[in-house]
C-alpha cells in the first residue's frame, strides 16, 4: 500500500506500518505533463489565483490515483491544505488522514499527533523509533552529500538538491535509495575540488522552475546550501523521532528558520542568498522578515507554474549576480 503525503512528515511512522511513502511534491513537479494536473485543478474550479503546488497535488490525485491513502498536513504547511481536504470529501479521493505540526513546537503536542498517526496506520511510536535507528546511516550519508557541496564543490547544488529534496520519501524504496547514493558518493569523491566563483544559499521552499541550478551554475555561481531541501534530510543529529522533528524548521514560524538559515550560511561562507517564494503562498510575506535579518545581499524570486526560467527571472539573476561580482 502506498501513502501519499503533501509535505514531510516523520515517514519513518508510515515505514514502520509497512507502507510505501509517497510525497505528492515530486510526483507533481517531476511529471513531463507537470501543467495537465494544474489544468484538472482549475476545471474542478480551483481559482487560478492560487498556489500551482496544491493545484498540481489536487490533480495527480484526481487524475493518476497513485496512492491508496492520502495524508495531508493541515498545520505546519501551506494555509491552503485544510480546504483541499474538504474538497477532496466531496469531490472524492484516497482514505484520508491528517498530521499537524504545533506551531509552537510543543514536544508533548507533537508526540501526541505521531502516536495518533501511528495508531492510525496499525503501528506504534516505538516501532518508529526502531525505523528511525536503521534510518541513520543513511541521513548521514545525506550529511556527507550536502558537506561535499560547501566544503569541495565535488557535488553541485543542483545534485544537492535533488538528492536531498529526495530525502522526503526515499523514492518510496529507502534500501535502493542508499545503494544509489552510496555509487554517487563514490563517483563524486573522484571529482577535482571546485571553489565557485560565487558561493550563494538558496532559501524557501523548493523552485518550481526546472532549471535554476543549471543557469546559475552556467554563470559561475554555486548553490551551496539549500535550506529547506537540507531540513527534509533531518540533518540534526537527535535522540528520538520526537527530538527529530523538533529541530525541522520547516513548519514553524520564520525566526526559528532564519536562526538555522543564518548559522549555516556563515560556516558555507555565502556571499548572498536567493530566496524563492511560491505565487500566492502566504510563505511570500515571511520575506520581509527575512531581508531584514539576513546580513547579505538577497534576490526574491517567485515562481508559478512548472517550467524553465522565463528571460525576466534570467535577466534579474543577471544584475544580482553581476552586483555581487562587483561587491
Not at 42 to 60: A, F, M, N, Q, T
Not at 100 to 116: S, V
Not at 139 to 163: A, C, F, M, S
Request: overall charge negative; proline content about 6%.
Amino acid at each position: 500500500m502506498k501513502i501519499g503525503f503533501t509535505t514531510t512528515i516523520p515517514v519513518e511512522i508510515i515505514l514502520a506500518a509497512g507502507y510505501t511513502p509517497v510525497d505528492m511534491n515530486n510526483v507533481f513537479v517531476t511529471h513531463p505533463e507537470a501543467m495537465r494536473f494544474i489544468r484538472r485543478a482549475e476545471r474542478d474550479g480551483y481559482p487560478r489565483s492560487l498556489c500551482s503546488w496544491i493545484k498540481g497535488i489536487y490533480g495527480v490525485v484526481r487524475e493518476l490515483a497513485p496512492v491508496d491513502r492520502l495524508l495531508i498536513v493541515t498545520e505546519g504547511d501551506c494555509s491552503n491544505t485544510l480546504s483541499m481536504l474538504e474538497t477532496f470529501q466531496i469531490r472524492g479521493a484516497p482514505p484520508l488522514l491528517t498530521f499537524n505540526y504545533p506551531h509552537n513546537r510543543n514536544a508533548e503536542r507533537l508526540e501526541a499527533e505521531m502516536k495518533r498517526l501511528a495508531e492510525s496506520l496499525g503501528t506504534t511510536l516505538e516501532e518508529a523509533e526502531r525505523r528511525r535507528s536503521l534510518l541513520q546511516p543513511l541521513r548521514r550519508k545525506l550529511k556527507v552529500l550536502d558537506e561535499l557541496t560547501w566544503q569541495t564543490g565535488k557535488v553541485t547544488g543542483g545534485e544537492n538538491h535533488l538528492w536531498l529534496v529526495s530525502s522526503s520519501d526515499f523514492n518510496g524504496d529507502p534500501a535502493l535509495f542508499e545503494r544509489n547514493l552510496d555509487d554517487f558518493l563514490v563517483e563524486a569523491r573522484k571529482r577535482p575540488v571546485k571553489e565557485p566563483a560565487l558561493r550563494l544559499a538558496f532559501a524557501g521552499v523548493p523552485p518550481i522552475f526546472s532549471d535554476l541550478y543549471d543557469y546559475l551554475e552556467s554563470r559561475g555561481a554555486s548553490v551551496v546550501l539549500n535550506e529547506m531541501q537540507r531540513q527534509f534530510s533531518m540533518p540534526n543529529d537527535s535522540a528520538s523521532l520526537v527530538e527529530q522533528h523538533l529541530q525541522y524548521t520547516y513548519p514553524y514560524d520564520v525566526f526559528f528558520r532564519i536562526e538555522d538559515l543564518q548559522r549555516e550560511m556563515e560556516k558555507r561562507n555565502a556571499q548572498g542568498l536567493i530566496h524563492y517564494v511560491q505565487t500566492f503562498c502566504h510563505r511570500g510575506i515571511e520575506d520581509i522578515i527575512l531581508r531584514e535579518r539576513i546580513k547579505v545581499p538577497a534576490l526574491t524570486l517567485e515562481g508559478d507554474a512548472p517550467g524553465a526560467l522565463d528571460a525576466r527571472t534570467r535577466l534579474r539573476i543577471d544584475v544580482f549576480l553581476e552586483m555581487l561580482e562587483r561587491k
